[in-house]
């Protein structure tokens, strides 16, 4: 009997250590380098990302921040946020909600739809910092020559940045191609990511 099921638990093995590497010694790569992303999904504040398909897929487990968020989203693998960000706006001194009720879009009330020239002009050699959902910090200059840079904790890429009406959209080199919804509100700009988030940013 022992005989018989030794070729069994080998088999297993094979498969565990294709399909569920381990997580140990010297780490996941770099997620920006991984290639042939086929899925994203949150376990507790990580995400465990799947490279490849079938008998040659791999499994990496990230902390979950703006980048890994942004890379996921790239894909086509929205995550939903971690569970610290599920947690109720701050109050403030006055005990109001730190951020504004969103209206049934998503955006603020309130807010204006820019024309591509407008928001060019909000822009164009200027840095802007937001807050994500899960609390890290981000951070985008977008120069007056078409250039664009982001960065977050772990996370830097430059790019290029253009406008149309009602939309930010350009090219990051690890994330690839976005456009996404803008709306303008007492002197900052609210962006829709691609995870359905509604992100405030305000000039640096």
């Known amino acids: 009997m022992k005989t ?14 294709l399909v569920f590497p381990a997580f140990g010694q010297a780490g996941p790569p770099a997620a920006s380098s991984l290639q042939d992303i086929s899925g994203c999904s949150l376990e507790g504040d990580s995400v465990l990302i799947v490279t490849g398909r079938d ?16 890379l996921c989203n790239s894909k086509g693998y929205a995550i939903a946020a971690s569970p610290k960000a599920l947690a109720p706006p701050t109050a403030t001194a006055q005990g109001a909600a730190a951020l504004p009720t969103a209206s049934a879009s998503g955006f603020p009330p309130n807010v204006t ?13 200027k840095s802007f910092r937001a807050t994500f959902a899960d609390g890290a910090p981000v951070r985008a200059n977008y120069g007056a020559d078409g250039g664009l840079s982001a960065n977050a904790p772990g996370y830097y890429d430059t790019g290029r940045w253009k ?4 939309k930010l959209c350009g090219s990051l080199r690890k994330i690839g191609d976005f456009c996404n919804e803008v709306r303008l509100g007492a002197g900052a700009f609210y962006l829709h990511r691609n995870s359905g988030e509604i992100v405030r940013y305000e000039p640096d």
């Open 163 to 166: 406008t149309e009406d009602g």
């Open 113 to 125: 739809t820019p024309t591509a020239q407008e928001l060019s002009a909000l822009l164009s050699g």
């Open 55 to 70: 008998a040659a897929a791999r499994r990496y487990k990230y902390p979950f921040d703006a980048g890994i968020d942004a």
């Open 4 to 17: 018989k099921m030794t070729p069994t638990f080998a088999s297993l093995a094979l498969v565990q250590a």
